[in-house]
């Protein structure tokens, strides 16, 4: 199957490429750029010399249908949504990275991005890529919206305990990290060197754009839930993300306990590893990678669950699940493609 990426010039972008590259079923064969126009990839990122000989070129979506079986969209919000009904009339099956597609409601999307929606009928239309929970309906879809990265750390510590009603869903708080690659490729005061560098920073308080996708999916999996409080900081490194979640339990339950539940939970999920009881992933164990790693606990003193997930934000957080997500799409084995292992150190 042939594979394009857009925005191949940003992250995201790079991420997928390093993917593909050596996938064993996709073929990158097309990569584009809404800024350049016949440029080697190695010019734009040199560690891809004699890797990767493609060129950067203009997106002209009457063509994807000779160029692409799937069009991977790597590209800021607001961009999707004007790209996916041209995409779609070709024929072709669409994994988009932004957030233009994950929100079913169009004022939300409005409200948190600051930007034009998408059309309903393509709202309606995407399938939300949270592979390990929404496998079925992805194995069907030609149009897929990937999950956030924040929302896929979240949602992945969260689901176990919310669906089985373990906790109180009024009260949830995530307290979240991320690496400085999370903010794209673009220049910012915020994650300049000399800003970041022995620097740790809270940031969108109260106001990050994730907040609706992920109290969107909490009350599909409880009607009961609420919205949560989420914090979001920047941390001194390139890559990774770790979400540490607060809740009250809503029944009596041990550490133990909420142990077992998470290893059947994910006992057959190859992305999700549930630690030993009393230890705790940190970034570095998942960078490089597509796993999420998990680690509870129960504080008997509050009766306070505390949740620690960890992925790194470009591949689970981004083009690994989008991979992974692809492959369902088309009938692959799920970890095509998505094999290697952490890099540490």
Request: glycine residues 6%; proline residues 6%; charged residues 25%.
């Amino acid at each position: 199957m042939k594979a394009a990426v857009v925005g191949a010039s940003g992250y995201g972008g790079a991420e997928l490429i390093r993917l593909l590259i050596h996938h064993p079923h996709l073929k990158l064969n097309k990569m584009y750029s809404s800024r350049k126009d016949h440029v080697p990839i190695s010019a734009e990122y040199p560690h891809l010399s004699d890797i990767c000989d493609l060129e950067l070129t203009k997106l002209d979506p009457d063509q994807i249908a000779e160029e692409a079986d799937v069009v991977f969209l790597a590209v800021p919000s607001g961009a999707s949504a004007k790209l996916v009904p041209e995409l779609l009339k070709n024929d072709v099956k669409v994994v988009d990275l932004s957030g233009d597609l994950r929100l079913k409601n169009p004022e939300d999307y409005k409200n948190w991005y600051k930007k034009t929606p998408a059309d309903s009928f393509y709202l309606e239309q995407a399938v939300y890529g949270l592979t390990e929970w929404n496998r079925e309906a992805i194995k069907k879809a030609k149009l897929l919206s990937n999950p956030g990265c924040y929302p896929t750390a979240t949602l992945l510590g969260l689901a176990p305990v919310v669906k089985e009603h373990w906790i109180d869903v009024q009260q949830i708080i995530v307290d979240a990290k991320s690496g400085v690659s999370g903010a794209g490729r673009g220049l910012s005061l915020n994650v300049h060197f000399a800003e970041m560098n022995e620097n740790f920073r809270i940031y969108k308080v109260n106001a990050h754009q994730h907040i609706p996708e992920i109290e969107q999916q909490l009350e599909l999996w409880n009607k009961a839930s609420g919205p949560i409080t989420f914090s979001t900081h920047l941390l001194p490194i390139t890559r990774g993300i770790m979400a540490t979640i607060y809740a009250p339990l809503a029944k009596e339950a041990t550490s133990e306990q909420v142990y077992e539940l998470y290893k059947e939970t994910y006992k057959n999920e190859r992305f999700v590893r549930v630690r030993p009881l009393g230890t705790f992933p940190s970034v570095k164990e998942t960078a490089g990678s597509n796993f999420c790693d998990i680690g509870v606990a129960v504080d008997e003193r509050t009766n306070r669950l505390t949740i620690v997930s960890v992925i790194d934000n470009l591949m689970k957080g981004a083009a690994g699940q989008a991979v992974q997500n692809a492959n369902l799409m088309f009938g692959f084995d799920e970890t095509s493609g998505l094999k290697g292992f952490p890099l540490y150190p």
